[in-house]
C-alpha cells in the first residue's frame, strides 16, 4: 500500500471529489511588468489579485494593496480578482470577509473576479476548494514530491530540539507499506508535507520593488512543512500557490511582510514545474511610533474612516501616497503635500508605476487625510451629480441635528455644501460649520457676543441699515453672489469709513468665521437675509453697562484703553 493510498482512505470525502487540473499544466511565460509582453507569440494579459484573509477589518495597509493591484491591473489593460483566503480557522472572523467586500464596493475598486461576481476560476473562497487543493497534493505525493506525516503536532516539534513547531524529522517519508496499512486501518489522521531536497528552499528571487532578495538561512528552515493540515484544510502557502497558478496570476503585490514566505512559495512551484509569478513587496504602514499598522493597532480600520465621513476618493488618494513616489517636484503645500498629490482614481492610474514604489516604511497621517478630504469635495462638487450623491447622504445628519429645521430640500443642500466647501473637512462638518444655513444664528454664544465687543452699537446699526437699503430693492433674478458682491462694494462707496463685513456676518450668522458674506446671502436667499439684516438693526444688542464702557473707551488714548480692556477682562474672568 503506497502512501498516496494511505492518505485517500483517510479522506475518503475527497476521493469522491471531481479531478484537478493534472500537474502537466502548462507553464505560463514570465511577463514584462510594463507592457505585459513575453516572448510567445499571443502575450497573456496581466491578471494580479488582492487575497485577505477574513481575520478581522480590512484595515489601511490592505486597503493600499488593493488600491495598488487595481491600479497596475488597469494601467496594463489587465483585470484582478478577489480571492478570499479563509484557511486559518482558529483566526477566522464572521463577518469579516462581507465586511471587507462591502468597502471595496465603497471604494470603488471595482474587481473584475470574486466571490460576489464569479468568474472562470470559481470558487474565490478556499474554504470551498478544498478538493482541489487535496487532488493537487495527491499528485505531488504519488509524483514523490510529498508524503502523509502521521506524526502528531507535538511529537512532530520534538522531534529535533532546535526545530521550530510542528517540523518532523522525515521519518513518515520513509515508512513501509505495512506501516502505511497499519496507520491507514486504525484511522490515523495524517498532514501531507512537501519535501525539500538537500539543497533546501530557494531563498534567492527578484522582486520588482526591492530587486535581487537573497534570504538568510535559518536554523531548521529546509525541514520538510506541512501541505495539508490534519484536519484537511490546505496551508496558506499551498492554495496560495494553487491558486495563483489556476487562476492565472501574473503579478502578485503583497506587504513585505511576506518575503520570508516567498521561498516555501517558490519551493511549490519547483515541485509542480509551474512558473512563479512577477512578486513586488511593498513596505508595510507603520503607526507614528514607527510600528506596524495592524488590525490590533488603534483607529486603522477602513470602515472607522468611513464612518466619520471621509470621502473615498480621499482615503485611497491618501494611502496611495504611502510607500510610493509620484512626481519628483518638491513638497510645497501643507502637511508636505503639493496640488499634483491631489489625485482623482483615472489620475492615479495613469501616474502609477511599480518601479516608483519604495522600500521605506510610511506613516499615515490624520492631518494629510483631512487636507486630501476637503479637496476632494471641492472637486466632487464640480459635478452635479456627485453634488446631489452628498447631498442625499449628509439629509439623515442634517435632519438628526435639525429636527424642527423646514430647510431640507436636496436643492437647497446641495447650495449649502458648496458654500462651505472650502471651510469643511468632511461632509458632515456643514452641520458644525454653517448652523446659521438650517436654523436661526444664536447671538447668545461667547464668540457671538465678542464679535459685538469689536464695533459700536452705533457703527453696527449703520452697517445693516445701509446694506438692507442697497439690497431691499434688487429683484430675485440679481440675488446672486456676483451681484450681491458689487452691491456691498457700492455700499461702501457710497458711505466712506463705514465697515459692513463684522456687523453683517454677525447678523446672517452670529459666526466670526465662515465663507465670503454675498456667498452667505446668496445661499440663504433674498427673504431670509433681509429679514435678518432689518431685525439685527432694530436690535438692542448691548446693555447699559455696555454702553457705559463704550464710552470710557472712547474717550481714553489707545494706552489707556488698552488697560481698561484689561481690567474688564480680569473683572469678567472671576464672574458675578
Known sequence: MTALRAFAELRSALIAAPRAQSLRTPSRKRLCVRCASSDTQQAQAPRLRFAPSPTGFLHLGGLRSALFNHLLARKLGGAWILRIEDTDRNRFVEGAADSLTEILQWARLDYDEGPSRGGPHAPYTQSERKQIYARYAEELVSAGHAYACFCDPPIASAQSKHAPPNVCSGECAQLSSDALAAKSSCKAPAAIRLKIGPEGLPRSFEDLVYGKINLPAKAGQDRDFVIIKRDGFPTYHFANVIDDHLMQITHVLRGEEWIPSTSKHLAIYDAFGWQAPRYAHMPILVTSEGKKLSKRSGHVRVEDYRAEGY????????????????????????????????????????????????????????????????????????????????AERLLPDLQEAFPSSPLMEIAYIKDVIVALKERINRLKDVAIMGPYFFSEPDYTVPAAKAMLRKTSEEHYRSACEATYERLSSMTPAEWTADRLSAALAAVTQDEPGLQIGLPLRHALTAAKIGPPVAIVMATLGQETSLARLERAAHTKWTTPAEDRLAQILASCDTKQAKGVQKKVHVLRARGP
Open 311 to 390: 470621502e473615498p476618493e480621499a482615503v485611497l488618494n491618501a494611502v496611495a501616497l504611502l510607500g510610493a513616489s509620484w512626481q519628483d517636484a518638491p513638497p510645497e503645500s501643507r502637511y508636505g503635500l503639493q496640488t499634483s498629490d491631489i489625485m482623482t482614481m483615472q489620475e492615479m492610474i495613469s501616474k502609477f508605476a511599480i518601479e516608483n514604489v519604495n522600500k521605506h516604511r510610511s506613516a499615515f497621517s490624520p492631518g494629510q487625510l483631512d487636507f486630501l478630504n476637503r479637496h476632494h469635495l471641492i472637486l466632487k462638487c464640480a459635478s452635479d451629480g456627485t453634488l446631489t450623491e452628498m
